[in-house]
């Protein structure tokens, strides 16, 4: 039985990667199409301004309208009829965008296209925390968006590089949103084991909002010292090869996010060093490549950790689902408000730099003051503290080891304790290989017996 639910639980992963997949591919990939109309009529400040700056706090109304929904009328905004509509609607408005002739329609109707944007992030969010595992959230997103990403580079291939750039685009599209369709038909709704799996309390609505607004300042930091004008963007990279790279960080942040939450969250605060990197290497135009490269290689592990953080959150109980989608809506304000902060400072490195340490120290105080409070150990009572201090001393167990034991003895499961201390299935198995090694235990129960002072 276990084995087949194993099989159904990948199945369904699967199918949800390929919803996020084909869902950013589109999505993004219309972005980049708007853009390049927008280019033919708008100066690089401009397309800044709108497309990134506006664009992405449309995107930001659209998750939150969403969200709202979600909270307040989930028969409706939880329904596939609903997510169909929504399709809909965007099959029309990214066709009328880039048909339109007409500069000022194009704009307009690329705003209405990131609202719907928001819309459709909104919806596999909160399906990614309903409906697969925490053991298999970050690479399920990490994996989903790499796809995505690499695929607008491929889809910007043909035609010597400028399919993007045709109406030709559009058929294309249409298939890619009637695929999505198809596979969230498909899809299971049957809600993960996760929020049985947790059984401590969900951080608490000052955590959360002390969380959503250290994420908004992770991105502006990250934002701020990796900001380049839209015109030097086209001289050296475009924006579809860059993507490429992005893919293989997406990947690798979704991989050591499953494998431990705790060390996602602390390569999310490392990579902000890339920041100051880049400063150096900016004005050096033969290393702007290697710039953009290593960029959107780190910046991997900013959209998976956002995103899986606030996933772990809302599946740990139905009335907080709404909030699934809060990971991407804080980054996508701090992407628009950074962007925003180097258009003005671009000119004035000297400011730009002081800006950006000042943030930099100010994120990694408050990110490890929620740190603590999401990853805690878990606690217990005095009498199973002593216990564990004594069994820990005699049979020299780690920390992390400690932990374990404490969740074993209260006879957790391997999924229990995984997504309780946020690590993957296989590292709670190798935690438990080690302590029954240690205490020369043959399995759980007598493991158990034994640090509860009875007779094996």
């Known amino acids: 039985m276990s084995k087949k639910r ?35 009529n708008f100066t690089p400040f401009q397309i800044d301004l709108y497309q990134v700056v506006i664009g992405y706090l449309l995107q930001v109304l659209g998750m939150i309208v969403f969200a709202m929904g979600v909270k307040k009328r989930p028969e409706i905004f939880g329904k596939n009829i609903f997510f169909t509509v929504v399709l809909i609607m965007e099959a029309i408005i990214i066709s009328v965008g880039i048909l339109s002739s007409i500069p000022t329609v194009s704009l307009y109707f690329g705003f209405v296209m990131n609202l719907f944007h928001g819309v459709v992030a909104g919806w596999y969010l909160s399906q990614l925390s309903a409906f697969v595992p925490q053991q298999y959230r970050g690479r399920v997103f990490g994996v989903g968006y790499a796809i995505g990403s690499a695929g607008s580079w491929l889809l910007s291939l043909p035609f010597k590089g400028q399919f993007l750039r045709m109406e030709g685009i559009i058929p294309v599209y249409l298939i890619l949103i009637a695929l999505t369709l198809f596979i969230n038909m498909k899809a299971t709704r049957k809600p993960s084991d996760t929020k049985n799996a947790i059984s401590s309390e969900p951080l608490d609505s000052n955590g959360q909002i002390l969380l959503f607004f250290v994420i908004i300042l992770l991105t502006i930091t990250k934002t701020l010292g990796f900001y380049f004008p839209a015109a030097d963007i086209s001289k050296v990279i475009n924006l579809e090869f860059s993507r490429a790279f992005y893919a293989a960080g997406l990947v690798i942040a979704g991989i050591i996010n499953d494998k431990n939450r705790r060390y996602g969250a602390v390569c999310c605060v490392a990579a902000l060093v890339f920041s100051f990197m880049s400063y150096v290497l ?66 004035n490195t000297i400011p ?14 408050l990110f490890f003051a929620t740190y603590n409070k999401i990853y805690a150990p878990v606690v217990k009572g005095n009498e199973m503290e002593i216990r564990l ?28 304790i995984s997504g309780m201390l946020f690590v993957s299935e296989s590292t709670v198995k190798f935690h438990v290989g080690n302590i029954l090694k240690k205490s020369g235990c043959t399995n759980r129960t007598t493991l158990t017996l034994l640090f509860n002072g009875k007779s094996i």
């Open 6 to 40: 194993g099989v159904f639980v990948k199945k369904n992963a699967y199918l949800y990667c390929g919803i996020i997949a084909l869902s950013f591919l589109w999505t993004g990939s219309a972005y980049i199409s708007l853009a390049y109309r927008l280019m033919v």
């Open 282 to 347: 900016h004005s050096q135009a033969e290393y702007t490549l290697m710039v953009w490269i290593l960029g959107y290689i780190f910046f991997g592990f900013f959209s998976v950790y956002r995103v899986v953080v606030f996933s772990d959150i809302a599946a740990q109980k139905p009335s907080l689902l709404y909030l699934a989608a809060f990971g991407l809506i804080s980054g996508r304000i701090g992407d628009s408000l950074g962007t925003f902060g180097g258009m003005l400072l671009s000119e």
């Open 352 to 365: 730009l730099l002081a800006v950006t340490s000042g943030l930099f120290i100010l994120v990694v105080f």
């Open 389 to 416: 201090d004594k069994f820990s001393h005699e049979y020299t167990l780690t920390a992390r080891e400690r932990e374990v034991l404490c969740l074993v003895a209260e006879g957790r499961s391997n999924m229990e």
